[in-house]
């Protein structure tokens, strides 16, 4: 999986829409939008990534754990947030806003407003956070795999997709905001980053 570094990302909060994690077509045009803009580059190819909002979305929500810790009530200012990890207010306060509409963020308008957790970082795992900004975890040309249908030497296809989806899952429901703010990843994670090959990208 890669990063994007633009941000962009469809909403969506079922199985049913775009995805932050897909296995996606080639773009056609050879354009995409960073930053609202378009621009003109080379093919986007092929693959997983996770997108710059839930990225950016991750790191808001471990700055506003880490406010949790100290106080549960505690209000940190948007502008806090951008400042303490670099992402641009207005992309953020959009993050934040969907966070907020899907029940892991609230917040407070006023001169002493801010953000806060809406609920206890253990019990929001980032598969919770991606699915709130991005929609589902995975599916195969904006379709969810269970759904396609394959034939002849392409039969067994749809199993692989599935398989892929499963295994996002066990890692990202797996893994809570508390457990990324502590470094307390579950052994099986961990596990994983010591495979051959996991830092390598290919």
Known sequence: MTARGAPGGATGADDHGQ??????????????????????????????HVSAKADCGMRALLELAAAYAD?????????TIATAQQIPLKFLEGILRQLR???????????????RLDKDPADVSIADVVRALDG????????????????????????????????????????????VAAGRLPSEVTGLLDAPGAWHRR
Not at 71 to 79: A, F, H, N, Q, S
Not at 101 to 115: K, N, P, T
């Open 19 to 48: 995805l932050a994690m897909s296995m996606t077509a080639k773009t056609a045009s050879g354009v995409r939008r960073v930053g609202g803009q378009r621009r003109r580059g080379t093919r986007e190819n092929a693959g997983m």
């Open 71 to 79: 106080d549960r009530t505690r209000l940190v200012k948007g502008e």
């Open 101 to 115: 509409q899907s029940g892991i963020v609230a917040s407070q308008r006023g001169a002493e407003g801010g953000y």
């Open 136 to 179: 589902p975890l995975a599916a195969v040309r904006g379709q969810r795999p269970e759904d396609l249908d394959y034939t002849g030497a392409s039969t067994h296809l749809r199993e692989v997709w599935i398989a892929v989806r499963a295994s996002m899952r066990q890692v990202l429901e797996g893994i809570s905001l508390a457990d």
